[in-house]
């Protein structure tokens, strides 16, 4: 992945999450049979556990933010599309905001560290390897 969406993607986690989203809904939010602010705070946090996975870029994670509407309205389709654009609007303003931090930290200088990893170990019964870095038993 490119390293500019791999730390737009570290920014994610910098993120506050939103609060006092009830006054951003829009006013037939009412009649959708869900709490409104409770979709949008589930969609954020599905989003930025999806940008945190750094598989995909930031704004691709949106698609996890959409599954919580669609998990909340199930067949029913009055709201739905209220539901999903204001949970898009939510996402593309979180993504603008985590683009500009993130030019930021890019402008910054890059300090690099390079460290040495101690090499797997054997078990003595089992002869199985471990990372003497993970916690935990091994295997």
């Avoid at 979709?39 to 996890?64: F, I, K, M, N, Y």
């Amino acid at each position: 992945m490119d390293p500019r969406e791999l730390l737009t993607a570290a920014c994610v986690a910098a993120l506050p999450a939103p609060i006092g989203l009830r006054d951003a809904l829009p006013d037939r939010a009412g009649s959708w049979g869900v709490d409104g602010e409770w979709l949008l705070v589930e969609a954020w946090t599905r989003w930025q556990s999806a940008c945190a996975e750094g598989e995909a870029p930031v704004a691709d994670c949106a698609r996890a933010a959409s599954a919580v509407v669609y998990e909340a309205f199930g067949r029913r389709r009055k709201g739905r599309d209220e539901a999903l654009d204001s949970v898009q609007r939510l996402i593309t303003s979180s993504v603008d905001q985590v683009r500009r931090r993130a030019e930021k930290e890019y402008a910054r200088p890059v300090r690099l560290a390079q460290m040495t990893l101690p090499p797997l170990e054997a078990e003595p019964i089992t002869g199985r390897e471990h990372d003497p870095l993970t916690l935990g038993k091994p295997g």
